[in-house]
């Protein structure tokens, strides 16, 4: 039981809308635009495996999008998350030649997908609401598409 002052306003019940699944999505760009945008299936979890197998999807798009980029060298940014910091992760890059500039995981510096990516798709995603997953994809890709 709770007492109330007779003039207190009335306590309002909100209603709980279910929202539609998270979605996980990688996204690897350069200066060119994005290069290639990996959704995660519902139910996955990104491990080293997982991982290497999205970089062998971005050394085929690096081929097909940015022609002679993988002759003269790959340098790529992430932090030193468990994926990215595996020892199969690590024989991966190291097999390929690939360049780590890294970023810490909890740095108070905006990632550059922080400032350049994710706050614009915030920004544009805000209030819209999708009734299925795969709406939401078909929105993100087309988001992404559309980035230069």
């Known amino acids: 039981m709770t007492w109330k002052h ?10 709980v809308q ?3 699944a998270k979605v996980m999505a990688t996204v690897f760009w350069d200066a060119k635009g994005v290069i290639l945008l990996d959704i ?5 979890c990104i491990n080293a495996a997982r991982y290497c197998s999205t970089l062998d999807r971005l050394k085929e798009a690096i081929r097909r999008k ?4 993988l002759r003269r060298g790959v340098v790529l940014q992430h932090d030193n998350a468990t994926p990215h ?10 097999r390929y030649g690939w360049e ?7 740095s ?3 990632a550059p997908s922080d400032f350049h990516l994710f706050g614009p798709l915030k920004r544009h995603l805000g209030g819209m609401a999708f009734e299925t997953e795969d709406d939401l994809i078909s929105e993100l890709r087309n988001w992404f598409d559309n980035q230069t």
Not at 66 to 69: A, E, N, Q, S, V
């Open 100 to 106: 780590i500039l890294p970023h810490p995981a909890h």
């Open 108 to 110: 108070p510096d905006l």
């Open 18 to 20: 279910r929202s539609a």
């Open 85 to 94: 910091s595996a020892n199969l992760t690590q024989q991966w890059l190291q």
């Open 66 to 69: 940015r022609f002679g980029l």
């Open 40 to 44: 995660l299936p519902q139910g996955q």
């Open 6 to 15: 007779p003039s207190s306003p009335v306590t309002k019940k909100f209603k």
